[in-house]
C-alpha cells in the first residue's frame, strides 16, 4: 500500500543514453511533481503537472521531459544522458496545486558513466 | 541565490533534550513553511508545515515557530529521542505549489 512510488530505485546507464523512471500515487492526489537532488544536497523542484496539465517548468534541459498518461503517474524520460544527470531523483504528490504537504516517493538514485 | 538556507549542517543533542533547527528565508511572498525529515536512502517525509498567518504550530513532540519580521523559523523537537536522528529540511512555498527547500540539517540524538 506503498503511497507514491518509484522505478527504478537504482540505474546506472552510459553516457548518451535514453532512459526513464516512472512514478505512480495511490493518493487520490491531483498534482504530481518531479525533484532532482544533486550531490551537494541540494533538492530542487523540476516539473509539476496538476491533473496532467503542465503547471511547473523550471529552467531543465529540453532532454528532460515529463509525461503524465493519467493524474496517477507522472514518468520522466531523459534523453541523451550526461554525466552531470547523475542525481537522486524525487517523485512526489500533493491533494492539490497551491502549497500544503508533498508527499515523497523513495527516490531514484541516477549513476551515468 | 539560495532563497531558503539552515546554516547549521549538523546538530549533536542528547536524549531527551530539546532540539531546536532553524531555517531562514529571504523571499518575503513565501506564505507556506514545512519541516521534511529524511532518513538516508528514502524520501523525505512531511513532519509539521505552518502557514504565514501564524507564527506557531505544535504536533505532538514538535513545535514549528515563525517570525516573518526576521524572516526566520525554527523547529523544537521535544523530548528528543534517537529514532529522531536524520536529516531535517525546511521548505518553503509561495501558493504554486513549488517548495523551495534547505540545504538540510543533520540531527543526531545520543543516549
Known amino acids: 500500500d506503498t503511497a507514491v512510488s518509484q522505478t527504478p530505485k537504482y540505474l546506472v546507464t552510459q553516457m548518451g543514453n535514453d532512459k526513464s523512471i516512472k512514478c505512480e500515487q495511490n493518493l487520490g492526489h491531483d498534482t504530481m511533481y518531479w525533484y532532482k537532488q544533486d550531490s551537494k544536497k541540494f533538492l530542487k523542484i523540476m516539473f509539476s503537472y496538476n491533473n496532467k496539465e503542465l503547471i511547473i517548468n523550471e529552467t531543465v534541459p529540453n532532454r528532460f521531459s515529463p509525461k503524465s498518461p493519467d493524474k496517477a503517474h507522472l514518468n520522466l524520460h531523459i534523453n541523451s544522458l550526461e554525466l552531470g544527470d547523475s542525481a537522486v531523483y524525487f517523485c512526489?504528490?500533493?491533494?492539490?496545486?497551491?502549497?500544503?504537504?508533498?508527499?515523497f516517493g523513495p527516490g531514484t538514485r541516477l549513476t551515468v558513466l | 541565490d539560495q532563497q531558503v538556507k539552515q546554516n547549521s549542517p549538523s546538530l549533536s543533542v542528547q536524549e531527551g533534550r530539546i532540539s531546536i533547527l532553524n531555517c531562514d528565508y529571504t523571499?518575503?511572498?513565501?506564505?507556506?513553511f514545512l519541516w521534511y525529515k529524511k532518513y538516508p536512502a528514502e524520501g523525505p517525509t512531511f513532519l509539521i508545515s505552518?502557514?504565514?498567518?501564524?507564527d506557531k504550530n505544535e504536533d505532538g513532540r514538535f513545535t514549528v515557530f515563525l517570525n516573518k519580521s526576521a524572516k526566520h523559523l525554527s523547529l523544537h523537537i521535544v523530548p528528543s529521542q534517537p529514532g529522531d536522528s536524520a536529516v531535517y529540511f525546511c521548505?518553503?512555498?509561495?501558493?504554486?505549489?513549488?517548495?523551495?527547500f534547505g540545504t538540510g540539517t543533520r540531527l543526531q540524538v545520543f543516549p
Open positions: 523571499n518575503s511572498m513565501f506564505d507556506y
Open positions: 521548505a518553503a512555498s509561495e501558493g504554486i505549489g513549488k517548495l523551495i
Open positions: 505552518i502557514s504565514s498567518i501564524k
Open positions: 512526489a504528490s500533493s491533494p492539490y496545486t497551491g502549497g500544503g504537504e508533498q508527499f
